[in-house]
T-cell receptor, first 111, second 112 residues
Framework: DGGITQSPKYLFRKEGQNVTLSCEQN?????MYWYRQDPGQGLRLIYY???????QKGDIAEGYSVSREKKESFPLTVTSAQKNPTAFYLC??????????FGPGTRLLVL | QKEVEQNSGPLSVPEGAIASLNCTYS??????FFWYRQYSGKSPELIMS????GDKEDGRFTAQLNKASQYVSLLIRDSQPSDSATYLC????????????FGAGTTVTVRA
């Protein structure tokens, strides 16, 4: 069953804590992306990767970090430097940078 | 000026009517255009892509592209309650290194 998965579905972060969101895909796509969505707003790009061991900052990378050690995996860490982390986080993948397929998302809440 | 702008909505249409959604973009060099549907609390789902001027039909959905006027639209014919969702327009402007830029979305409600 091919697809893109994200975990957990909900994540709670305490002040000063780093948390990591998982994104895994078995579609054999080279490109992977992380977006943030706030209520009433469009998707904003955090980081993206077009190839293993390489990734680029998007429009709002401050306070976030990523790694791309395997083609299938692109985890996102929300660091304590991100002062307003509450949002819906979406991971996407695609064969090209245009056609993107999204995972189910992780909703991050601050305690 | 935002790269991609959409009617904020909400757009309310009766069941069976045509829902018309509009999207304008600022970078004339954009080549690829997409419509995503997002149900409340869910992730976006790609429903249409269009690359050439004119109309592209897929079932009850029709995407229309006019590069000269820099707009792309989505028509939903015979609207059903299951079409109630937020529709996101996405464009790949050269000014953004051809990465997708998304509009804020238009929320559609289909009244039974």
């Amino acid at each position: 069953d091919g697809g893109i998965t994200q975990s957990p579905k909900y994540l709670f972060r305490k002040e000063g804590q780093n948390v990591t969101l998982s994104c895994e895909q078995n579609l054999n796509h080279d490109a992977m992306y992380w977006y943030r969505q706030d209520p009433g707003q469009g998707l904003r790009l955090i980081y993206y990767s077009h190839i293993v061991n390489d990734f680029q900052k998007g429009d709002i990378a401050e306070g976030y970090s990523v790694s791309r050690e395997k083609k299938e995996s692109f985890p996102l860490t929300v660091t304590s430097a991100q002062k307003n982390p509450t949002a819906f986080y979406l991971c996407a993948c695609g064969e090209t940078q245009e056609t993107q397929y999204f995972g189910p998302g992780t909703r991050l809440l601050v305690l | 000026q935002k790269e991609v702008e959409q009617n904020s909505g909400p757009l309310s249409v009766p069941e069976g009517a045509i829902a018309s959604l509009n999207c304008t973009y600022s970078d004339r060099g954009s080549q690829s255009f997409f419509w995503y549907r997002q149900y409340s609390g869910k992730s976006p789902e790609l429903i249409m892509s269009i690359y050439s001027n004119g109309d592209k039909e897929d079932g009850r959905f029709t995407a229309q592209l006019n590069k000269a006027s820099q707009y792309v639209s989505l028509l939903i014919r015979d609207s059903q309650p299951s079409d109630s969702a937020t529709y996101l327009c996405a464009v790949n402007p050269p000014s953004n290194d051809y990465k997708l830029s998304f509009g804020a979305g238009t929320t559609v409600t289909v009244r039974a």
